[in-house]
């Protein structure tokens, strides 16, 4: 491929560019062509050849070191999510242990008290899901300039992030309710 340089580029200081495809692996051939190219042209002071993954690696390793940033940033809010889930519930049910203990007394069903306890997250976790979404959609727009190749309301990542948060407030969910189904009724009524 021949481009040929204006007038007024200055052919001493502008750096000459040659785009090459190879058969088969370019790695394997950049001592061939490093050797043709000096062969050549052996007035150019030096002859550097790489691959053009090689160039693109070196622009995108800031950006992969960014993201690895954000993701690791982003499993940490939601590990802290789930704690601060598991500690509000677990909280909760203390505070409602005579009320749990006379319900099992007065003959309800351990499911009717887990699906009382797990009716309580679910208003607990969507309050928070709506709170959640409602910024992220206001935030979208200013890290758009950050993302390469996604759309800031990708419809992907705002239906799997609300399903992870869902996830893991079930996990936290699963002690407290184990814990309540299997309070004793005459041990929670002689606690108060």
Known sequence: MFVPFGRTID?????????????????????AISSALQGATPDL?????????????????????????????????LLLGAIGVYGALASSIRQRTAEIGLRLALGAARSDIAGLVLRYAAVVVSLGL???????LVGARYVQTLLFNVPASDVTTFAAAPLVVVFAALVACIVPVSRAIRVDPTVALRGE
Do not use: H
């Not at 052919?11 to 001592?31: D, I, N, P, W, Y």
């Not at 691959?51 to 499993?75: C, E, H, I, P």
């Not at 709506?130 to 992220?136: E, F, I, K, Q, T």
């Open 11 to 31: 052919m001493e200081t502008t750096a000459q560019v040659l785009l090459l495809r190879t058969k088969g692996k370019a790695s394997s051939e950049l001592g």
């Open 45 to 77: 002071p030096y002859v550097n050849v790489r691959t053009l993954k090689d160039l693109a690696d070196v622009q995108a390793r800031s950006w992969l070191l960014g993201a690895t940033v954000f993701g690791v940033f982003g499993t940490l809010a």
């Open 130 to 136: 709506v709170v959640g979404l409602a910024a992220a």
